[in-house]
């Protein structure tokens, strides 16, 4: 047989290309997989499995206040009846529906092992034992009063329901994961009050903004509980789009010990982590020296979630301690929100926090509208039944003679008194004491009562204000019997602004002098010594720079390369000695040397080459997180960098290898992170050879002769705009020329 034969159900042999047959095929998997399995329907927040488990034990009776079955009998139940997959598949549907720890509002009540926290699996199906939740009631009330379609089961031996009444808001409340083909959904728990006063709402206000609707849901409420931390812009665009996602962090505590000791107990981890897989990768980075400021990490839970953590120190803020860890581990997940479910026509797409809970209430409004047209034709038929029987009453004697001597009671019944097949039957199956006088004016007050029924039932399905009034009295209920024991377990805050390093946490902060010699040789003496002293170099080495730091500081390197290196401060070479080159430290190269040292606190800084091109770069910029540095100025061809100041100050001074002298406003030259610059000042020979930042109000100052310093104020000679050539200095300028 060809490829592109195919043979049909019926026998038929039909020419089809391979490509054509695959894609309707896959077409077909795809949309049964979407519609039938991995997407929840929005009404009723479930997915097939879940739902015809859950009428699977509606069947078996399993109600709050029955006894429990075993979960194989359930198990066998919905494979049997309505679920042709894999029992592992259902019953793993079963346990999640159990799990505390997994749904916020569980459906199922379990006894026995249903598995935990730490990711250990349930027992076998025929050792546990399950019936149903009040919520999963709530679910299935009125299922039988044709609210909702039924269909055939997969055998055509009986009628499953295509969805439930949904009496709560279940798609919001617990959640739903799921993976399809080409797409998928990913829905967080949310609290119940909530959603019923943002569905309050929305019954008066259907267009209701996403601003009002996050006055009454806050966000996400997981069962693991937890600290959300997500910033309230980024909430609402989840919600306006159903789309973003939930950062969520463990909860914790500090116990305080004897002798100013300290410890932290996290008693709530977030939602979907597994505890002992937490703290196994927790113990791992601590074996791994990843959690230096951790010394010890205990499990200490029972029924409820405590993991100790122990600090290396108790110098260290608990805070700086936990902010590290929410960046490095578990503590802090995302849970992201991808709002794709099945709408009423069984289309999947996306929708917004409003369009689900719309999509609930209006689901609810036809639940109400079918409930009351059931009712109002149970009520119907026992109208005229009664109506039948008391036509017996008003001709006793006569209905009586008739049932003895008739050969055909029923037909006699209905030609005389001109009853319905349905009267005739009722009152040919009556029993003797029926006939008392009492009942019949229970018959009567019994009729009446249904007329009034009927006629209420009957002005509610007209008017769609009073199907809303009565929608929101259920919700209202609803609301009540969760009040007393659902407050919110998952708080919202912000997560603080604490700027660290997790490597640097455990430095003790010291004085230091860092000294570096001409050739590169650098090293760190403790305390800070006078700038001017006599340190001791190699022979043939000399002073370069001497600053005074502390050990948690950050040291720049700036090099003719035009880039700059990081140094920590404790990490600097300690005593006496020559120290050790900074090659060692960062990549440097050999033939370059360094243009300036100094401390990185936050400032501006002015660099220039000696091509007279320059700019100012924060620091932040500068600060390097590797050896080979970053590149900030760049450098072409014989070019290089040749200066680096403090850009404090509202003027800049630059003198060239001609001594030419230029003065202009700082605010001409740009701020970068990474660039050639623009030109400072121009030569016809020679270069750039220093560059300087001042404040105009306390004038230029630069070495004089004899170490002596002067500073001068008035400098109209040399004040241009940026890019000049400059004019010559004032008399006793050093040679070569420098500022410093």
């Given amino acids: 047989m060809s490829d592109d034969v195919t043979v049909e159900d019926d026998g038929r042999i039909v020419n089809t290309a391979f490509s054509e047959a695959l894609s309707e095929r896959y077409l077909a998997y795809a949309l049964s997989t979407i519609t039938s399995r991995s997407l929840p329907d929005v009404r009723d927040g479930l997915k097939p499995v879940h739902r015809r488990l859950l009428y699977a034990m509606r069947q078996l009776r399993l109600d709050p206040d029955q006894g429990f079955k075993k979960s194989a009998r359930v198990v066998g139940d919905v494979m049997g009846k309505f679920h042709p997959h894999g029992d592992a598949a259902i019953y793993d549907a079963m346990v999640r529906l159990a799990q505390e720890f997994a749904m916020r509002y569980r459906l199922v009540d379990g006894q026995g092992n249903f598995g935990n926290i730490d990711g250990d699996n349930a027992a076998a199906m025929r050792y546990t034992e399950a019936r149903m939740t009040e919520v999963a009631q709530r679910l299935l009330d009125g299922i039988d009063e044709d609210t909702v379609d039924f269909r055939p089961t997969y055998d055509g031996e009986s009628e499953e329901p295509s969805l439930l009444p949904a009496g709560i808001p279940n798609l919001l409340a617990n959640g739903a994961q799921g993976i399809a083909v080409g797409m998928a959904t990913s829905i967080p728990p949310h609290n119940i009050i909530e959603l019923a006063d943002a569905a309050l709402h929305l019954i008066k206000h259907p267009n209701a903004s996403v601003d009002t609707l996050l006055q009454y849901v806050r966000g996400p409420d997981f069962p693991t509980g937890g600290v959300l931390v997500e910033p309230v812009d980024t909430i609402r665009e989840a919600y306006a789009t159903g789309r973003g996602g939930f950062r969520v962090r463990a909860r914790w505590s500090v116990e305080k010990e004897k002798g100013g000791g300290w410890q932290i107990a996290v008693t709530e981890i977030p939602y979907q982590v597994q505890k002992s897989r937490l703290i196994e990768r927790m113990a791992d980075m601590l074996q791994a020296k990843k959690l230096p400021f951790l010394a010890d ?133 009556m029993r003797l004491r029926s006939l008392r ?24 399905v007209g008017d769609e204000s009073l199907q809303w009034q009565r929608i929101t009295a259920e919700i209202r209920e609803m609301k009540a019997s969760f009040v007393s024991s659902d407050n919110r377990r998952t708080d919202c805050a912000e997560a603080p602004e604490i700027d660290l390093d997790a490597a640097e946490i455990l430095v003790e902060r010291e004085p230091i002098t860092v000294i570096c010699s001409e050739k590169g040789w650098i090293r760190a003496m403790k305390g800070h010594q006078e700038l001017d002293s006599e340190f001791k170099y190699k022979e043939g080495d000399g002073p370069a720079f001497v600053l005074h730091a502390e050990t948690t500081d950050k040291i720049l390197l700036f090099a003719e390369n035009g880039r700059f290196y990081t140094l920590s401060g404790d990490k600097l070479p300690r005593g006496r000695g020559f120290g050790e080159p900074v090659s060692l430290m960062v990549d440097l190269p050999a033939d370059v040397d360094i243009v300036r040292l100094l401390k990185a606190e936050g400032q501006r800084l002015l660099v220039a080459a000696s091509t007279g091109h320059g700019l100012v770069v924060p620091t932040e910029a500068a600060l390097a997180q590797t050896r080979s ?33 230029l003065v202009f406003p700082l605010a001409e030259v740009p701020e970068m992170t990474r660039g050639k610059g623009v030109i400072l000042q121009r030569f016809k020979d020679g270069g750039l050879a220093d560059v300087t930042v001042y404040s105009s109000e306390k004038g230029l100052s630069w070495k004089a002769g004899g170490g002596r310093t002067r500073t001068e104020t008035d400098l109209t000679n040399w004040l241009g705009k940026r890019a000049g050539a400059g004019k010559m200095p004032p008399t006793g300028f050093p040679r070569p020329a420098r500022f410093t």
């Fill in 297 to 429: 990490i205990r499990d200490e839970s029972a029924e409820d979630i405590r993991i100790v953590l122990e600090p290396k120190s108790r110098r260290l803020e608990p805070e700086v301690v936990m902010e590290s860890l929410f960046k490095l581990t578990d503590l802090e997940s995302r849970v992201p929100l991808n709002l794709n479910v099945l709408d009423a026509d069984g289309r999947p797409g996306v929708m917004t926090l409003r369009e689900a809970l719309n999509a609930w209430l209006a689901h609810r409004r036809v639940v109400l509208v079918r409930r009351s047209n059931f009712r109002i034709g149970k009520i119907e038929a026992r109208l005229e039944v009664l109506e039948g029987y008391l036509v017996v009453f008003l001709n006793l004697d006569e209905v009586i003679a008739i049932i003895r001597e008739a050969d055909n009671p029923r037909a006699s019944l209905i030609e005389r008194f001109s009853l319905t097949d349905a009267q005739a039957t009722a009152i040919l199956d």
């Fill in 629 to 661: 540095g970053k590149q900030v100025l760049n450098i072409s061809g014989t070019a290089r960098a040749v200066a680096c100041c403090v850009a404090d100050g509202d003027m800049v001074a630059t003198v060239g290898v001609n001594r030419k002298l």
């Fill in 437 to 460: 006088r009492l009942e019949e004016m229970a018959l009567k007050a019994e009729r009446d009562s249904l007329i009034a029924e009927r006629e209420e039932l009957a002005a509610l």
